[in-house]
T-cell receptor, first 115, second 112 residues
Framework: KAGVTQTPRYLIKTRGQQVTLSCSPISGHRSVSWYQQTPGQGLQFLFEYFSETQRNKGNFPGRFSGRQFSNSRSEMNVSTLELGDSALYLC??????????????FGPGTRLTVL | SQQGEEDPQALSIQEGENATMNCSYKTSINNLQWYRQNSGRGLVHLILIRSNEREKHSGRLRVTLDTSKKSSSLLITASRAADTASYFCALTAYNQGGKLIFGQGTELSVKP
């Protein structure tokens, strides 16, 4: 099976712009989660989706939003970009809807740089 | 904080030696997973251990879990230069679905 794929892999934006990142989970996986990784804050949970519904949300401002489509693909959007949004954004998918006892598999990430 | 805490933050060893990394946490967990990350790339899953398990093995990897002490350890035996990476523990807390709470990671350097 193909792994989790994320596009684009690299992105450069300027402050104030918005950006959309895409994630395609492993075939058959219905749960998708997003994480932000920065040197200062480490890996932080953004949100989790299952069957097009947001099941869980981390402590990020409303500028960060996401959605999941009927084919389980997910997108996350960041509006009004700030310098501090520069990070590696990672997507993970899992088979179990709650991810409670199941492995979460990560994609290669999207490296976002905000200038 | 529910965040996992890893110890040591950095570890440098010679090829062939064993490497041990520890993870402590503060909340009740459903399971704990260990991941490897090379140079800011994606996370590679290593092992998942459930809260009712005490030890798991996968190749050269051994993970232990002590829920009474709220701690886990990852042992890599007979390390190789290719094991050089950052290692993270990630727990799913009780009643928080699939949300992973990560430790800050251990940077392992294996010198040939």
């Amino acid at each position: 099976k193909a792994g989790v794929t994320q596009t684009p892999r690299y992105l450069i934006k300027t402050r104030g712009q918005q950006v959309t990142l895409s994630c395609s989970p492993i075939s058959g996986h219905r749960s998708v989660s997003w994480y932000q990784q920065t040197p200062g804050q480490g890996l932080q949970f953004l949100f989790e989706y299952f069957s097009e519904t947001q099941r869980n949300k981390g402590n990020f401002p409303g500028r960060f939003s996401g959605r999941q489509f009927s084919n389980s693909r997910s997108e996350m959007n960041v509006s009004t970009l700030e310098l501090g949004d520069s990070a590696l954004y990672l997507c993970a998918s899992s088979l179990d809807p709650a991810g409670v006892v199941d492995t979460q598999y990560f994609g290669p990430g999207t490296r976002l740089t905000v200038l | 904080s529910q965040q996992g805490e890893e110890d040591p933050q950095a570890l440098s060893i010679q090829e062939g030696e064993n490497a041990t990394m520890n993870c402590s946490y503060k909340t009740s967990i459903n399971n704990l997973q260990w991941y490897r990350q090379n140079s800011g790339r994606g996370l590679v899953h290593l092992i998942l251990i459930r809260s009712n398990e005490r030890e798991k093995h996968s190749g050269r990897l051994r993970v232990t879990l002590d829920t009474s002490k709220k701690s886990s350890s990852l042992l890599i035996t007979a390390s190789r230069a290719a094991d050089t990476a950052s290692y993270f523990c990630a727990l799913t807390a009780y009643n928080q679905g699939g949300k992973l709470i990560f430790g800050q990671g251990t940077e392992l350097s294996v010198k040939p």
